[in-house]
């Protein structure tokens, strides 16, 4: 594929919008117990809200905004005091809950509490740059996989859990975005996403002036900063390039564009469906469309995470979905030619699986700053919807930083 002639109109435009949107983003608390390189959070001890305050929080969400999921994260939710109560306060909502953590506090006993409480999903951190102790301690991406792999084990053990994972990738990861990918192909029967997210930071080499409102700031006080020149352009388009390298048929189906550049692929979305011995195929944009249009005229949002049973019913999608889409089409192609070289593969489950590359914060060259649009990841702060990845220039700026093209 080439996909430097990846063009919108070949994709599905996932429908999210500010009011309507399948994910929003609460932060109970900004403590952690990592230091990830590039973590748009300062790292605050004895942060934790008021249980309270995060019930008012969910009000906002539910006040102003369609919600299919909430990703609680932080700081690392697991340290939140009240987070199985949490849990249970969003499953109340009939919300599902989806817990943003880099896994080191998790345990099968914790789990199981978390469980019972109504979790619906994990999405595990896990990269080289996290800074890591013990057995993990300066482990590269590939390595990193058994890490990985014992967090997905672990859900699958305790059953009925979405399974996703995320990585920051930087100028050197990069490289590994193509092994992690045919990772999750090996264990296609027990995770359910991966998202690769690109390095944003403010660096030297940037040509701008910052402001909040007319007063200019120093960018070093921004916490997101790097003193060192670092490569923060890396796109979604320069990931998939990687992985077509060695997955020539690697294929998109949907995206989500930029604020006010349509063909920036913020979110690059991926559904391809298989077993663990072979990828049939990948869903085009008339899947994607079908999916999001038949679950919001049902459950009057959109779709987020999809349960592990959903996520099971590949053979379901490739038999009865085929008509409508070229991409389902092909790969029931694959799928017959596979089961005819051995009929007994009929009762192998095929799955579904999301592939996902996010592009964030894009500065051009006349300052504008290119967001998500319809963004995903909106949290709130002082009653309001914000950019979850940029609120710490609303606690320490309180406004949103501009960045101006130096003279």
Avoid at 23 to 29: A, G, N
Avoid at 236 to 253: I, R, W
Wanted: glycine letters at 4%; charged letters at 25%.
């Amino acid at each position: 594929m080439d996909t430097n002639g990846l063009l919108p109109t070949d994709l599905y435009r996932l429908p999210w919008t500010l009011p309507d949107n399948a994910i929003s983003w609460l932060e109970p608390t900004a403590q952690c117990n990592l230091a990830c390189d590039g973590c748009y959070r300062f790292n605050e001890k004895n942060s934790h809200k008021p249980l309270d305050e995060v019930r008012q929080e969910l009000d906002i969400f539910q006040k102003f905004r369609k919600t299919d999921c909430i990703s609680i994260a932080g700081g690392e939710p697991l340290l939140y005091p009240h987070i199985i109560d949490l849990v249970a306060e969003i499953k109340s909502r009939n919300i599902k809950p989806i817990i943003n953590t880099n896994g080191v506090a998790l345990t099968k006993a914790f789990l199981k509490e978390l469980k019972n409480a109504g979790v619906f999903g994990f999405t595990f951190h896990v990269d080289s740059k996290q800074g890591r102790s013990g057995d993990w301690k300066n482990k590269n991406e590939l390595e990193l996989n058994e890490l990985r792999y014992y967090y997905a084990r672990m859900l699958a053990d305790v059953k009925n859990i979405a399974c996703s994972f995320n990585a920051t990738v930087y100028d050197d990861t990069l490289q590994y975005v193509p092994s992690l990918i045919n990772w999750a192909h090996e264990n296609i029967d027990i995770v359910n996403t991966i998202v690769f997210i690109a390095f944003r930071h403010i660096v030297p080499q940037m040509q701008f002036d910052w402001y909040a409102y007319d007063r200019k700031v120093d960018w070093q006080n921004v916490h997101y900063h790097s003193d060192d020149e670092r490569k923060v352009d890396i796109k979604s388009t320069d990931m998939l390039k990687e992985t077509v390298k060695v997955f020539p048929d690697f294929k998109p189906a949907a995206y989500l564009n930029g604020t006010h550049q349509s063909d920036a692929y913020k979110w690059l979305l991926t559904e391809r469906v298989g077993n663990k011995d072979k990828i049939f195929g990948y869903a085009g944009e008339k899947f994607m469309e079908l999916i999001m249009a038949a679950y919001h005229f049902r459950n009057n949002r959109y779709l987020s995470y999809a349960s592990p049973g959903t996520i099971k019913m590949g053979k379901s999608s490739i038999l009865l979905l085929w008509p409508f889409d070229k991409g389902i089409k092909k790969a029931l192609k694959n799928y017959l030619s596979y089961i005819v070289k051995n009929p007994f593969r009929i009762f192998k489950r095929a799955n579904l699986q999301t592939v996902l590359f996010i592009q964030p914060v894009d500065f051009k060259e006349d300052g504008s700053q290119v967001m998500c649009d319809g963004c995903p990841d909106i949290t709130v702060y002082k009653d309001r919807l914000v950019w979850s990845c940029r609120l710490e220039e609303q606690k320490q700026f309180n406004t949103f930083l501009r960045s101006i093209p130096r003279s």
